[in-house]
């Protein structure tokens, strides 16, 4: 499906754009659904072949995205960050489009997957709305200052999103 939010796009990230990420990590609104990352892992993850590490921009920057797995065997690509600083404007919405279609029409993923923490309501709504099915949830996987989160596993298949472009054109 060609997603129609005027000059929205994914581009590759550049050092210069890594200010704005770690500010945009740090936002309390975003620190509570991410672990946020120090400047050397964005910049390890910027050059490893395995990791798209994209900008959302349209005039300006409105966010970041993160893909693993693009090497991988399986074709199963991990749909590891996305963080929306323009908040309220469907830009959440539009790119998690976007990164669907980068992944099964440029990386031939069979399957896209992610995972996010159970009280973020809002971003599982949206994945839910964008095709995602929930897998399961990983109980108290993990440890934040002394409290335990659960993370719920959602993902789509390649068929899944070919079927939802299918419906999206008639």
């Known amino acids: 499906m060609k997603v129609n939010k005027p000059n929205l796009r994914l581009c590759k990230t550049e050092k210069a754009d890594l200010d704005y990420i770690i500010s945009a990590e740090n936002d309390d609104e975003n620190r509570q659904y991410i672990i946020p990352w120090s400047r050397e892992q964005h910049l390890q993850a910027m050059l490893n072949h395995d990791i798209a590490h994209l900008i959302v921009k349209n005039q300006t920057r409105?966010?970041?995205?993160?893909?693993?797995?693009?090497?991988?065997?399986?074709?199963?690509?991990?749909?590891?960050?996305?963080?929306?600083?323009?908040?309220?404007?469907?830009?959440?919405?539009?790119?998690?489009?976007?990164v669907k279609q980068l992944a099964f029409e440029t990386y031939n993923a069979h399957r896209l997957w992610l995972d996010v923490k159970v009280q973020n309501k809002v971003a599982q709504a949206v994945y839910k709305k964008s095709g995602f099915i929930e897998e399961g949830t990983l109980r108290e996987c993990?440890?934040?200052?002394?409290?335990?989160?659960?993370?719920?596993?959602?993902?789509?298949?390649?068929?899944?999103?070919?079927?939802?472009?299918?419906?999206?054109?008639?």
């Open 62 to 98: 409105i966010g970041y995205v993160i893909l693993a797995g693009l090497l991988d065997f399986n074709q199963n690509i991990e749909f590891r960050r996305i963080v929306i600083t323009e908040k309220g404007k469907g830009y959440g919405k539009v790119t998690v489009e976007m």
């Open 142 to 170: 993990l440890k934040i200052n002394g409290k335990y989160d659960s993370l719920i596993v959602m993902s789509i298949l390649e068929q899944e999103y070919r079927n939802d472009c299918l419906n999206y054109s008639e």
